[in-house]
């Protein structure tokens, strides 16, 4: 395109759509407002339960200069955006948001309905099988959440025998017996049943230990076990011996196999044990190896109780984590700091970019944290951490650091930090329903095939020499061959169509496959997308920045840029000085995030990287 006169120092302002919403026309008459105001939830009658909250908001998407106070009757209770609500009683009650603009004053009110909660028991023990010793009793229980209105009632063998929350069943004689509650709150009735077993003194066996758990701690080669304790036996337990295996789970028949780890003496009244037992102080248990464990409990006969639980542990030893450090395009960093995020240990990359860090307890979960500040004018590097790494995890972690570009002050809503403008374009700064995870996708090779129509011209615009235009320049700023012409359009990876107008845009550009147009770019892998350029358009320059800025969704940019500064071309309604165009179309974070998503691995995980807004000073309004 021609050379325009310096001397014309006009901006042209140009409306425009991108990605699935298109570009919006600023002059149509028929396009709708949105409500200023956002009320959460949006119906004014609210039901609500006893035993639950609510949380309400006010949001003002113009504005931020205005105040919220939230009313209960009564008097305010709190001031701002949100307000989280917990009934106070049963029956109606009201909440009222108060809004404060310097100019103007609004209320909203809601009526919330607060009813009784459905009724929820509780029974203990929470069996249907109980067996008993004959001269034992044992307390059972149903447990509420409708103290004013619910009752109880208890019957063994049918017949009444108790209306209270409890009943104590004493097993006086042999056999098969049946307790059973009613919980009944208004038309409400929950019912539970126990079947209970009662044995002969001279036919008892001493049951099993229940609620086993084995488990690693914190601390070096060391293991806890849980259980709970015998109730009940008509005699007292002497001890309760921690047993364990190699060869696995520890059964009745060969439970006299197994190796004798620990013996602990039975305490009166004591509920539970939990048991601390270092590796180490028996040679039997070899480290890195499963094990399974079982506790056995002995009476003041000499009886010994049946093992009906083994779970199984790999017994614990040190480990060390290891991978490399290098950036987007492949280079390895040197003087990277690895470093576990409780700061225990670190580590500094040599000129490889590897690390090593450890030993640490094959117990611990441990997040890595990789960094490399800036130094001789360098801008430094976004801290990069692993998810949580466990001793079952693979041990070798490589991290992708990404560099700090600078964002321009102007750019509020970023705050000056590149990789929230970075994750904002890519949709990876919140889960969205096309997007449920994290993770960049972008096209899986380079360069893209790009198909231009021949006939290519609309309302005496020129669309095709404005394609290839913006093909061009996005080839030209980004110094490497991002598209490729092709002349058949079964071929192309992006192909361009001309349409004669569109009441609401300029150009829109569509997701092909996967998906046949159902999908987002930026939520799977692109594998062919179209760009439309619509006779709306009211000159070859605007064609021109249209084509360009429809080309920076392909590319990955989705989302449309906060950032209304001059020289962003992903802005909704793009700004471009005519003395600069088209040396400065593009803005420097708009090629620095096109080439990062170019080079990153397909499927990058983007949560990893550290956005730290409240280490940045405030540079008014945003995020």
Known sequence: MGRRSPAIALFLALALLGLAGGCSHGDDPTRQELPPLQFDPEYQIVPLTMDRYLDFSVIDRTSTSYEVT???????????????????????????????????????????????????????????????????????????????????????????????????????????????CWVTAGAETITHTWNVHVTGIADAVLPAVRDLTVARTLVFGEISVFW???????????????????????????????????????????????????????????????????????????????????????????????????????????????????????????????????????????????????????????????????????????????????????????????????????????????????????????PLSVYVPPEGTVGGLDFRTAALFAIGVWNDKLEEPVFSIVEDLQEADLSFRFEPGSSTRFGLTILQQPGDGSLALGAVVPEKAEIVLYGTINSQLGAELTALHEIGHVLGLLNHSPCNMVGYLMYSAPSVSIENWPEHAIHANELQAVQLIRHLPQGHEMSQYVIDLERLPSQGSGW
């Open 70 to 180: 939230w009313v209960r009757p009564g008097q305010p209770t709190e001031i701002g955006p949100r307000y989280r609500y917990f009934p106070h009683a049963y029956g109606a009650d009201t909440l009222t948001a108060l809004i404060d603009y310097p100019d103007q004053s609004l209320r909203h009110r809601w009526l919330i309905d607060v009813a009784l909660p459905p009724l929820e028991v509780g029974f203990s023990p929470d069996t249907e099988v109980l067996t008993l010793i004959e001269t034992m009793s044992v307390e059972l229980g149903a447990a509420h959440n409708r103290p004013m209105d619910a009752s109880c009632r208890w019957s063994l063998d049918g017949q009444l025998v108790g209306t209270d929350s409890t009943y104590v069943f004493e097993a006086a004689v042999t056999g098969p017996q049946t307790v059973r």
């Open 228 to 446: 709970r304790t015998i109730t009940g036996w008509y005699r007292p337990i002497d001890e309760y011996q921690v047993r364990f295996s190699h060869d696995g789970p520890i059964t009745p028949e060969n439970v006299e196999q197994s190796a004798l780890l620990a013996a602990f003496e039975s305490a009166p009244g004591q509920e539970y044990h939990t048991e601390k037992i270092v590796v180490g102080a028996n040679e039997a248990l070899i480290p890195g190896l499963d094990a399974w464990f079982t506790v056995v409990a002995v009476d003041a006969d000499g009886a010994t109780s049946v093992p009906d639980e083994s779970p199984s542990l790999g017994i614990p030893y040190y480990m060390y984590f290891e991978g490399s450090v290098h950036d987007a395009y492949g280079n390895a960093l040197t003087g990277v700091e690895v470093q576990d995020s409780a700061g225990g240990l670190r580590f500094t990359t040599g000129p490889d970019g590897a690390y090593r860090i450890g030993p640490y307890a094959s117990s611990v979960t441990v997040t890595l944290v990789a960094s490399l500040a800036g130094g001789d004018g360098q801008l430094g590097w976004h801290e990069a951490a692993s998810a949580p790494l466990t001793f079952f995890d693979d041990p070798h972690r490589d991290f992708l650091l990404i560099p700090r570009y600078e964002v321009p002050a102007g750019c509020s809503a970023h705050r000056g930090s590149f990789m929230h403008y970075l994750r904002y374009m890519t949709t990876t700064l919140q889960v969205r329903t096309d997007r449920p995870d994290f993770r960049l996708y972008r096209w899986q090779e380079y």
